[in-house]
């Protein structure tokens, strides 16, 4: 099988994937056009990525199976085009968590105690330590997390461990999950910017979060908060953003922003730059080793399970439940070369539509049970003809909601 690599990855993944009996085409500076040719030429059954764009040109022209986003966000790939051209999409949920939460206390602590600056001015030849000798700390602050996934989530024992109080905002989090946690939790963004004197953003990036963060939000904040980004540039109304630090009311560490270049290296233009009250790094929150490899881990992972059953792990684009299935059709048969058809041409013949199907064969490989998630029941009449085939011991029909 023919693994294309159309961003950097850590050898240990490639040299895992290659175990595998892979082929792996590593071609880490494809984009737009060029990926979109590689795919049609290459005929490769899986993508990997990280900040490639993987745009619906690009899935069409493909024989893909399967995309990996080595990270966490898919917001770069085309989701609806993958799923309307029966490709698996899947990620690494959690693997650099721990990553860009030290980065978020890094962004923390360098604006708080102006460390960028510091060096800055001490390259330049420039010694103003009483410019520089302001800083509030982060002891006994209130730490304002929004989202509560796995990042959010590795905040909280390392806010704790600086003393600080901490309060959160997500719409999943219940009173019992905040007590679990030993946090408080924030009814609404802006309650939470109304209590917190340090903001960290840990939030996915969807319809419902974009541009979330709008200038209502960067109003009800105190004076002198600072406000950390690591998350998507695309969940923060720049220009509110840029506002409100233009007035001095509040602080900023970024890690994203807008108008970010999509390579490794050139040069970069933002507004942001030209504000004292910002320190920005270059979106290097999940770039550690130690995540990387926990990353490519995750990533032969995938490919290993997708290999052995077609099925990849963390895949995002599966439909939840039974989608658009009423029944269930659970008919146990012998193992032969041919059963399934029989039971699928029966079904075709009633114009009735496969939604999930798993064919569960059992130990001596003498027969199986099949279990056909369908969007209409199957007649009695059909019902009782795949019963009365030679090779089917039993077949029960059952709507989706009895289905315990």
Not at 32 to 48: D, F, N, V, Y
Not at 55 to 70: M, P
């Amino acid at each position: 099988m023919k693994v294309l690599v159309a961003d950097k990855l850590e050898q240990s993944g490639l040299d895992g994937i290659r175990a595998l009996g892979c082929e792996v085409l590593l071609e880490p500076d494809l984009n737009g056009p060029t990926l979109e040719a590689r795919l049609a030429e290459s005929e490769a059954k899986i993508l990997i990525v990280r900040s490639t764009k993987v745009d619906r040109a690009a899935i069409e022209a493909s024989t893909l199976g399967l995309i990996i986003r080595a990270g966490a966000g898919v917001n770069t790939i085309d989701i609806e085009a993958a799923s309307e051209s029966g490709v698996q999409v899947a990620n690494c949920p959690g693997k650099n968590a721990i990553a860009v939460a030290e980065l978020a206390f890094g962004l923390m602590l360098a604006v708080d105690r102006d460390i960028a600056f510091c060096d800055k001015e001490f390259k330049e030849g420039i010694w103003n330590k009483k410019a520089h000798s302001g800083g509030r700390g982060l002891y006994g602050r209130t730490l304002g997390l929004i989202g509560l996934g796995n990042i959010a989530q590795e905040m909280i024992p390392r806010a704790k461990a600086f003393g600080m109080n901490i309060i959160a905002f997500s719409r999943w989090m219940t009173p019992e999950v905040a007590a679990a946690l030993n946090i408080g939790r924030a009814a609404s963004l802006t309650e939470l910017a109304k209590q917190a004197e340090i903001v960290s953003v840990h939030a996915a990036l969807s319809p419902q979060t974009k541009g979330m963060l709008d200038a209502e939000f960067f109003a009800a904040l105190r004076p002198g908060t600072i406000f950390i980004n690591s998350s998507r540039s695309e969940v923060v109304d720049e220009p509110a953003l840029i506002e409100v630090l233009k007035s001095g009311r509040i602080a900023a560490g970024l890690d994203v922003f807008d108008g970010e270049p999509a390579g490794s290296t050139g040069t970069v233009s933002s507004p942001l730059a030209e504000l004292p009250n910002v320190v920005v790094t270059h979106h290097i929150g999940a770039s550690t080793e130690q995540a990387q490899e926990a990353v490519a881990a995750e990533t032969v992972r995938i490919v290993k399970e997708f290999i052995l059953t077609g099925k990849a792990v963390n895949t995002v684009n599966v439909a939840a439940g039974k989608s658009g299935a009423t029944h269930l059709l659970v008919v146990r048969h012998k193992d032969q070369v041919g059963v399934l058809a029989d039971i699928l041409a029966k079904l075709r013949e009633e114009e009735i539509n496969v939604q999930e199907m798993e064919n569960v064969v059992l130990r001596g490989s003498r027969s199986a049970i099949a279990q056909i998630s369908v969007d209409k029941p199957i007649s009695a009449g059909s019902l009782d003809v795949l019963k009365q085939l030679p090779t089917v011991f039993d077949a029960v029909l059952m709507p989706i909601d009895q289905v315990k």
